[in-house]
């Protein structure tokens, strides 16, 4: 398996994920894919690496066990009313949440949204992402988590690529699991 290291994360939490969302008329994606979004562009600041540079060699693979929940009850709520916008079918799949980054970043590298908890979901991420560096399919992956807890969604992303001598990055992943002091009372 190659070794990989995690060079750079970024971190979003908010009580109302909606509040971060961008959507217009012709165009929507469930409020987590938004919080993922922000979460990525923190990572993205935060990398000394241009992933831009190269959008065919960057995969995005997320986590999340709650997904597109948000979108998916409010398309329940206008079924019952007798109106749903088709507009947010494509916005409430789960995918959404690997697919709005690479929307808005034009990455269009390998993609993979792992509609499981992520405490489950990690070693599955590392083991894709470790097979993904290590075949070339991508130099750079964006490992992205999606967390609730306490009514705050948080989503973190770490970006990945590499390692040029033996690392364990898998277990640097496992940050991406741990909560940030004062977590559960922040929003942003």
Known sequence: ?????????????????????????????????????????????????????APDRVGVITLSGTCSALTMT??????????????????????????????????????????????????????????WLGGGQASHVLLAVHLTRDGIHTARCAVVRPAPRPADGRAELDQLLVPDPGEGSRAE
Do not use: Q, Y
């Open 74 to 131: 409010a398309l329940a709520d206008s079924a019952r009313r007798g109106r749903i916008s088709p507009l947010r079918f494509a916005g409430a799949h789960p995918g959404v949440l690997a697919g709005l980054t690479c929307i808005r970043r034009k990455f269009r590298g390998p993609t993979l949204a792992l509609a499981m908890d992520p405490v489950h979901g990690l070693d599955p991420a590392a083991a894709v992402t470790a097979a």
């Open 1 to 53: 398996m190659t070794a990989f290291t995690v060079t750079a994360v970024g971190s979003v939490s908010s009580g109302r994920p909606a509040e971060l969302a961008h959507n217009r008329p012709s165009f929507f994606a469930d409020p987590v894919a938004w919080l993922v979004t922000a979460a990525v562009d923190r990572a993205l600041r935060a990398s000394a690496d241009d992933l831009t540079a």
